[in-house]
């Protein structure tokens, strides 16, 4: 029998000085702690077992730790979920890889944890580490999340797909479901509980009987989000196209 495990990571504060260091100031941020707990309750209700990190407990080195404690406990057909709500950036690429063609792609998307950022090819790196056959499901409320999960060590295009020789590396799914474009922010919502993707999310998955498939969720809350602000899907690894058809957070 399948399984499922997930992790829910909600930073609404942050450690001012690590990111001081840094020459960054991160504002505070309303609602991420509560999104990410209403996203452990939907994990809850489909069967995972579920960890929570918020705030100060979201630290660089906790959340690869709970990554890495799934990756060495799920196999193929199992499903790992991985939430994320808190501010996200853009840094220059550190590969310097002369090879991409658009300015755009010459970026960096980060989660900014607790402490510390953690870069999109650190995140991919992570991912490869999962078993042939397990299922990765990532949603991320932050900004510049469009694809944030990805390794920009390579060329990538906007609505594109990464390589084939790339994806060769990595034997598990991954899907990510994002609040934004890489170009884009997110909002934290005004005058309700949740960030406004994850508000979205919520209000959808109330007529969950009508959601087939990821790719009809995602369509869904799309259609309520501002063009400024405008959700992505994006997939990579074996049966990618599979897994956007298949039954949201079924495991």
């Not at 001081?20 to 939907?42: F, H, T, V, Y």
């Amino acid at each position: 029998m399948s399984k499922g495990i997930s992790l829910h990571i909600g930073i609404n504060q942050y450690d001012r000085a690590a990111y001081r260091s840094r020459g960054m100031m991160l504002r505070l941020l309303p609602n991420c702690d509560a999104d990410s707990l209403a996203k452990q309750q939907i994990a809850k209700r489909f069967g995972f077992m579920s960890a929570i990190l918020i705030n100060e407990d979201a630290t660089y080195d906790h959340v690869i730790a709970g990554i890495k404690t799934a990756s060495s406990y799920l196999e193929n057909g199992d499903l790992f979920f991985l939430s994320f709500s808190g501010h996200g950036s853009r840094v220059e690429d550190r590969s310097g890889d002369e090879r991409l063609e658009n300015k755009d792609d010459g970026y960096d998307e980060t989660w900014c944890l607790y402490d510390k950022m953690l870069i999109d090819d650190d995140l991919f790196d992570l991912l490869k580490s999962f078993r042939p056959g397990v299922r990765i499901l990532v949603i991320a409320d932050s900004c510049h999340s469009g694809t944030s999960i990805k390794d920009t060590s390579v060329p990538f295009r906007p609505g594109g797909s990464f390589p084939k020789y790339k994806t060769e590396e990595i034997s598990a799914t991954c899907l990510l479901m994002a609040a934004c474009q890489d170009s884009q922010k997110a909002y934290p919502g005004l005058n309700i509980d949740f960030s406004l993707y994850t508000y979205w999310l919520l209000e959808v998955l109330k007529q969950y009987d009508f959601c087939d498939s990821y790719r009809e969720l995602h369509r869904k809350v799309s259609a309520h989000m501002p063009v400024s602000s405008k959700p992505n899907l994006f997939s990579f690894g074996p049966k990618a196209e599979q897994f956007e058809k298949s039954k949201p957070f079924k495991i």
